[in-house]
């Protein structure tokens, strides 16, 4: 199968280390495909140099110099930039077969059957399952597809502003038509679905293949204790920490075995931010600053406590202790609970 390949897409550093977890897991899964990383003119050396040793071939695309269609049509719809670099996958016309893999995937084992599928299998979105979500896709590349969805984008737009809007748009009997193109949710399991149907993730959730940490908190956003071997940053509100722990702590261990050492000796002694907390007194947020260690404020005395009831009624009326009694931490030893 040296025609056939994984292909995923990172247009800034922080992408890239996704990508390099994502590439390593299936390394570590036995695949016996080709590994493609398309990045960005603005990833740094070094960290192509590492995409360089887990992936096959690492290809530059810039549509604002590529000088054809792509180019041409960005120009109308600048808002479409990262839209049109993913697109691009169809121009790797050296495979016959290929599956797209969002960066801030990561594989749980084989996954080598997709390539039994056709054009353009995917699974179900979490948020609307009549549209496929783009983050896992079978291809095949062509010329022709290209130019046909980059005309097709240029002309309607992208109804969610990225690509799964259009693809979905293009591919649009997809919904309907072939079920052998629906790809099972184990192929793509968004962490965003765990919570919200939490028997169905307890039923099937141990069979998943790939889990995709979709949204806008991924798993670089957080700092990882490599001593003690636990992330750090838990303490978001609910509503923007949707990363399941155990999947997220997976990934870390990925990055800090595999990644992290590669990432180290590229970049020698310059400036590299590893996402390792630095010493235990500073814990760094998912917004980037720094805090000192709670230990140092002790926190004021809580509030009188409520009943669960009165709880129940702020939180419905939007007044959400994030902070306390609905911290993440609570709800999380809450569904650890059920998961037991
Ligand atoms: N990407 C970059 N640089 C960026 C942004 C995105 O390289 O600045 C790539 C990367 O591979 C990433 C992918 O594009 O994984 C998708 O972007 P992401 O930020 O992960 O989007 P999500 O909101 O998590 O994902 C949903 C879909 C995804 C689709 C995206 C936009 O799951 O497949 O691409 O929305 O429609």
């Known amino acids: 199968s040296a025609d056939q390949a994984f292909v995923t897409l990172a247009t800034t550093d922080n992408y890239a280390k996704g990508a390099m977890v994502l590439g390593q897991s299936l390394r570590n899964h036995n695949t ?12 740094a050396e070094p960290c192509r140099d590492v995409l360089g ?3 096959d071939e690492v290809r530059v695309v810039d549509v604002l110099d590529s000088g054809d269609a792509a180019h041409l049509s960005l120009m109308k719809r600048p808002d479409l930039g990262v839209t049109f670099t993913k697109l691009h996958c169809w121009t790797l016309t050296h495979y016959s077969k290929c599956v797209f893999m969002d960066a ?45 969805l980059i005309t097709f984008c240029s002309e309607n737009g992208s109804f969610d502003g990225g690509d799964q809007g259009v693809l979905n748009s293009y591919f649009n009997t997809w919904a309907t038509k072939d079920i052998s193109k629906h790809l099972p949710f184990i192929y793509n399991l968004s962490s965003i679905s765990i919570y919200s149907y939490l028997p169905a993730f307890k039923q099937y959730g141990h069979d998943a293949k790939v889990v ?11 700092s990882y204790d490599n001593q003690r071997g636990e992330v750090r940053g838990h303490s978001l509100p609910p509503d923007q920490c949707q990363l399941h722990p ?4 997976l990934w870390w261990q990925l990055y800090a ?27 760094r947020d998912v917004q ?23 709880r129940k009624q702020r939180w419905e009326a939007g007044q959400i202790d ?10 999380e030893r809450k569904l650890d609970s059920f998961l037991k």
């Open 104 to 148: 801030d995937t990561m594989v749980l084992s084989n996954i080598d059957e997709l390539f039994e599928r056709e054009e353009l299998s995917a699974a179900p979105d979490p948020g609307w399952p009549d549209c496929f979500n783009s983050g896992v896709f079978v291809f095949t590349p062509s010329n022709e597809t290209h130019e046909k």
């Open 288 to 310: 980037g600053e720094l805090h000192q260690d709670v230990r140092e404020h002790p926190a004021p005395p809580p509030p009188p406590k409520l009943s669960s009831n009165e």
């Open 322 to 331: 994030y902070m306390g009694d609905d911290s993440f931490a609570n709800i």
């Open 257 to 283: 075995k595999s990644v992290q050492p590669l990432l180290q000796h590229a970049y020698g002694d310059s400036a590299f931010t590893s996402g390792f907390v630095e010493g235990s007194e500073e814990i």
């Open 212 to 222: 995709h940490f979709l949204g806008k908190v991924k798993p670089w956003s957080y």
């Open 53 to 55: 040793t887990i992936f």
């Open 246 to 249: 155990d999947y997220l702590l």
């Open 32 to 43: 016996t495909k080709k590994l493609v990383a398309l990045i960005g003119p603005h990833v």
